[in-house]
């Protein structure tokens, strides 16, 4: 067994987003000894990716909102395929978060009178995202970074983790990973790990995420015999970037619409209007004027229709382009210059200003952005306890990305940074409470260390491919087969391009030495997606029906029966399989606020 160091803890928090941090600050809080690993370097998450603002119902800009408002949004947006619980302790907690953060030392934006300032967002009956500008990610990320910093909180950073370490009753009691630049391994012991290392973007060809993002928190639950839910939904965010070609993915946020900024396909037309869907139809606005009369004085709820649920904006664009009314380099436009003066854009916008100026040479306050849909978010992840986040494997918990449940068939922009702080907290509050009630200090198997080393430096000693050369098959696969339309007959054809990935994968050869070879990184991270691609198409195989971010060509429309139940997917001696469970039963008191709204 190669050599490696060894640190023991009560709790370990794999991932350094803001779920983590929040996960971190909270479990040491309650007195565990606690240490956060990050892939990457601390302050370098995908939590910077969301920009628009934090959804929570605080009111300031709508007395007339709440929690119970915010939980029907969500449900809503999700589907109604969330699981209830989750998004009610959301809707309910996500106030006090954002306000606990104001006391850590965020700077959010502010309404004349010096509250909270909130805005607009796809989805949500009212203005209720508490933005720091177009920078609400990383104020969020900077903030816990702080917090966690004060309180003497270890961090890792650039360590990468391979597999969860388990005892023989199956409970998680530590992790094996490796130091990027070194390669020297590294155990952690621990009483219980949370899992908060979001992010799976990396499997498909065109992603705002960014290289951490390969579905390592999914695959080490998966591994270690966790139940994922719902892989089958991912969010194609409706607008990244399209040009240059080397910008392609980078995300422009929603804030761009929720400020005023309009869809256009080559012929100028503002064509979200000949996309309103049903559901939706009695509180969007179905003409130019009256949207525009609604970002002018908001007296009523007859939104613009720029401002539905990404997944129906994102499959608007989709049919726009696929009809040959796109833009010169395969997206739509979407136009702010027309629609606000120059210095509200900079004031309001200042990195969508400075990322289209240096990126793609287009100065917004003029002229209009090239965008279309970027894998951007997965609503599905590892199955959790709502209250606890507690897995299906003992000492096992997860937040953030990684969690699924929360967010349905569709998130809402705005509630992953509310999921985040949310369950955050409790994460960490219920691994400290698991942890601390164990005697005595976490052990691992040095058997088990072993057999995962070994694993980990196959790479090094077999001929076979390039894992670039795979990486490359991996995402053209997931881009064209199981995109944002997906069919029976494609999703076949990508379970059985995956058997073949599968083996090419276990083949793959590295040559050189373990000190930063980005070649053997990419070798073990193929394992994760690989993973990740093979829940996401199973689940996308079962859910004949076309609901929130799962939409199936063959089956429009949504399916009563398959609204009831999640696609579960396990890992059992080394196969995946997918199975239908009901979704836990809403309590007739919350039923009413869906007849109500009706």
């Given at each position: 067994m190669p050599e490696h160091e060894t640190h023991s803890l009560d709790v370990l928090i794999i991932g350094a987003g803001g779920a983590g941090l929040r996960a971190a600050v909270e479990s040491s809080a309650a007195g565990a000894r606690t240490a956060i690993v990050t892939k990457s370097l601390l302050g370098k998450a995908h939590t910077v990716m969301a920009e628009g603002g934090v959804a929570a119902a605080l009111g300031n800009v709508w007395p007339e909102d709440n929690w119970k408002v915010h939980f029907r949004d969500t449900m809503r947006g999700g589907k109604m395929l969330n699981n209830w619980r989750m998004a009610q302790l959301h809707a309910q907690e996500a106030p006090d978060r954002v306000l606990e953060l104001e006391e850590w030392g965020a700077v959010f934006d502010r309404t004349a009178d010096g509250r909270i300032l909130q805005r607009d967002f796809g989805g949500h009956r009212y203005a209720r995202l508490a933005h720091v500008g177009d920078r609400t990610g990383l104020e969020l990320l900077r903030t816990c970074q702080q917090r966690a910093v004060s309180l003497g909180i270890e961090v890792y950073m650039e360590c990468k983790i391979v597999r969860l370490l388990q005892d023989s009753s199956g409970a998680v009691n530590g992790a094996v990973g490796f130091w990027r630049e070194s390669g020297t391994f590294v155990v952690f012991a621990a009483k219980s790990v949370v899992i908060a290392a979001g992010g799976v973007g990396k499997t498909w060809k065109f992603t705002s995420n960014s290289w951490e993002g390969t579905g390592d928190g999914h695959a080490l639950a998966l591994w270690a015999g966790a139940d994922m839910l719902d892989m089958e939904c991912v969010q194609f965010h409706p607008t990244g970037m399209v040009w240059p070609p080397s910008a392609r993915g980078i995300l422009v946020t929603e804030g761009v619409r929720g400020d005023g900024g309009v869809l256009r396909n080559s012929t100028g037309e503002r064509f979200m209007f000949n996309y309103i869907?049903?559901?939706?139809?009695?509180?969007?606005?179905?003409?130019?004027?009256?949207?525009?009369?609604?970002?002018?004085?908001?007296?009523?709820?007859?939104?613009?229709?720029?401002?539905?649920?990404?997944?129906?904006?994102?499959?608007?664009?989709?049919?726009?382009?696929?009809?040959g009314r796109g833009s010169p380099h395969g997206g739509v436009f979407l136009d702010i210059a027309s629609r606000r003066s120059a210095e509200y854009i900079r004031r309001r916008l200042p990195s969508m200003y400075h990322q289209f100026k240096e990126l793609a040479d287009v100065d917004i306050t003029v002229e209009p952005m090239e965008i279309g849909p970027t894998c951007h978010y997965i609503m599905g992840g590892i199955r959790v306890d709502a209250d606890t986040t507690a897995t299906t494997v003992p000492g096992l918990y997860a937040a953030g990305e990684a969690a699924g449940g929360m967010h349905g068939a569709n998130r809402l922009g705005g509630n992953s940074l509310s999921d985040l702080l949310v369950f955050g907290r409790r994460a960490g509050q219920h691994a400290a409470e698991h942890a601390l009630g164990r005697t005595g200090d976490a052990t691992v198997d040095p058997a088990q260390v072993g057999s995962v080393t070994d694993h980990a430096l196959a790479p090094f000693s077999r001929e076979g491919e390039?894992?670039?050369?795979?990486?490359?098959?991996?995402?053209?696969?997931?881009?064209s087969l199981v995109g944002i339309i997906r069919t029976e007959s494609e999703l076949v054809e990508a379970r059985d391009a995956l058997d073949e990935l599968d083996a090419r994968a276990a083949s793959t050869s590295v040559e050189g030495h373990r000190q930063f070879n980005p070649g053997w990184h990419l070798s073990l991270d193929l394992e994760s997606m690989l993973a990740v691609?093979?829940?996401?198409?199973?689940?996308?195989?079962?859910?004949?029906?076309?609901?929130?971010?799962?939409?199936?060509?063959?089956?429009?429309?949504?399916?009563?029966?398959?609204?009831?139940?999640?696609?579960?997917?396990?890992?059992?001696?080394?196969?995946?399989?997918?199975?239908?469970?009901?979704l836990p039963e809403m309590p007739d008191e919350l039923k009413t606020l869906f007849e109500e709204a009706h």
């Open positions: 869907p049903d559901f939706y139809a009695k509180e969007t606005a179905d003409s130019i004027e009256e949207a525009d009369q609604w970002y002018e004085n908001k007296t009523d709820f007859r939104r613009p229709p720029e401002l539905l649920p990404r997944d129906e904006v994102a499959r608007s664009i989709n049919s726009e382009v696929k009809a390039n894992p670039y050369a795979v990486h490359h098959s991996l995402q053209e696969t997931m881009q691609a093979r829940c996401t198409t199973l689940g996308a195989i079962e859910r004949k029906e076309s609901r929130g971010g799962h939409t199936r060509d063959d089956y429009p429309g949504p399916s009563a029966e398959l609204g009831k139940v999640n696609m579960v997917t396990r890992m059992r001696d080394g196969a995946v399989s997918v199975s239908r469970e009901p």
